[in-house]
């Protein structure tokens, strides 16, 4: 199993709806995850943080976090074309919490 | 602050050749990354410094790869000799202490042929 795995979509999302990204992480990452946003031809930028359970929301966007189930998900509420992007989940390994292992990356489309 | 700074931003090489990246990190921060991404990939690290003493190195070709971080700023990333399947982006980040997440350079986009 990789230690972060995504759906590599596309998703496709109407103008104004929320998206809802997902991601699954293995045994050997521990509770530090990161959100990472990644315009075609950009390098990746880090958009949201979350190191406990629950949620944690920053203006339209919110980190969910579930330890039980080994999850984290990103909702964007009232999408934007400008919200189009690759979007990185990102965790640290129990083994070095410095270190942060990538998902693959899904990515978003938002259609007007 | 100035943010990651990395040069060059494109190169491109004949395959067997040799190839320099140059990283500068945000003043501070003791921690610096090379990351490789594949187009359609997520980033894989490739080699971590503290300072300028290696932390992980565990996923770096070392037959070909190799990197340095002299007086704990800067790092260069030197691949020798290049393949056709090392064609990729180098991403360098840079962080204080790397588990609140770190930020990365604009990149250089490597096309070996």
């Known amino acids: 199993q990789k230690e972060v795995e995504q759906n590599s979509g596309p998703l496709s999302v109407p103008e104004g709806a929320i998206a809802s990204l997902n991601c699954t992480y293995s045994d050997r990452v521990s509770q530090s995850f990161f959100w990472y946003r990644q315009y075609s031809g950009k390098s990746p930028e880090l958009i949201m943080s979350i190191y406990s359970n629950g949620d944690k929301e920053d203006g339209r966007f919110t980190a969910q976090l579930n330890k039980a189930s080994q999850y984290v998900s990103l909702l964007i509420r009232d999408s934007q074309p400008s919200d189009s992007a690759t979007y990185l989940c990102a965790g640290a390994m129990r083994s070095s919490a410095s270190k942060i292992i990538f998902g693959s990356g899904t990515r978003l489309s938002i259609r007007p | 602050e100035a943010g990651v700074a990395q040069s060059p931003r494109y190169k491109i090489i004949e395959k067997r050749q040799s190839v320099a990246f140059w990283c500068n990190p945000i003043?501070?921060?003791?921690?610096l990354y090379w990351y490789q991404q594949i187009l359609g990939q997520g980033p894989k690290l490739l080699i971590q410094?503290?300072?300028?003493?290696?932390?992980?190195d565990s996923q770096l070709p070392k037959d070909r790869f190799s990197a340095e971080r002299l007086k704990g700023v800067d790092s260069t990333l030197k691949i020798q000799p290049a393949k056709l399947e090392d064609s990729a982006v180098y991403l360098c980040?840079?962080?204080?202490?790397?588990?609140?997440?770190?930020?990365f350079g604009s990149g250089t986009r490597l096309t070996v042929v």
């Open positions: 003043s501070g921060h003791a921690t």
């Open positions: 410094f503290q300072n300028n003493g290696v932390v992980d």
């Open positions: 980040a840079s962080s204080n202490t790397g588990i609140y997440g770190y930020t």
